[in-house]
């Protein structure tokens, strides 16, 4: 199978899914921070009827249910090797729980890397099932997610997670 991609209509919106042979590749908002590049998505397909697509909106649903707290499909994000490094750490932070970029870059061995990781996380191609939602800013407050912080709280309120309560802006 080719790149590949679909839009799902989901409770958090419609996300745009892109599948790499049997994995994904991209999961990202309306209106995300940091779109996946058009010449990156591959083919538009039917998300009824991609089975990469449909097995993802089974595990989300179940997840937005309650029924599930991981994702069990193969990952095929694109990025630099810290970008990985960083990833692959997100996936380790349990379901409920949040930590801060600072204990991120701590884990990498040096706590000054923080902004780099907050760069790498805003940067995550799948989001949801890479939960780059459980990382928050050093105070527990919610920060940067570039499918907006709405869907971060509600992510979080989700799993259970401690929610810093933050002033609107507006």
């Given at each position: 199978?080719?790149?590949?991609?679909?839009?799902?209509?989901?409770?958090?919106?419609?996300l745009l899914v892109v599948a790499d042979g049997d994995a994904l590749a991209g999961?990202?908002?309306?209106?995300h921070w940091h779109p996946l590049p058009a010449d990156s998505l591959g083919?538009?397909?039917?998300?009824?009827?991609?089975p990469v697509v449909v097995a993802f909106g089974v595990q989300l649903a179940e997840f937005l249910a309650g029924e599930r707290t991981t994702f069990d499909m193969p990952l095929a994000p694109t990025g630099d090797e810290?970008?990985?490094?960083?990833w692959a750490m997100l996936r380790e932070i349990p379901f409920g729980?949040?930590?801060t970029y600072g204990e991120l870059a701590a884990r990498l061995g040096d706590r000054n890397l923080a902004r780099?990781?907050?760069n790498a996380v805003g940067r995550n191609p799948i989001s949801i099932v890479v939960p780059c939602h459980r990382v928050v800013g050093a105070d527990g407050s919610l920060t940067g997610y570039a499918g907006g912080l709405e869907r971060k709280r509600f992510l979080l309120e989700l799993e259970g997670a401690?929610?810093?309560?933050?002033?609107?802006?507006?």
């Open positions: 199978m080719t790149r590949r991609h679909a839009y799902l209509p989901t409770a958090l919106g419609e999961i990202t908002f309306e209106g083919v538009e397909v039917d998300a009824a009827s991609d810290f970008q990985h490094a960083v729980e949040t930590v780099r990781v907050g401690p929610v810093v309560a933050q002033a609107r802006l507006f």
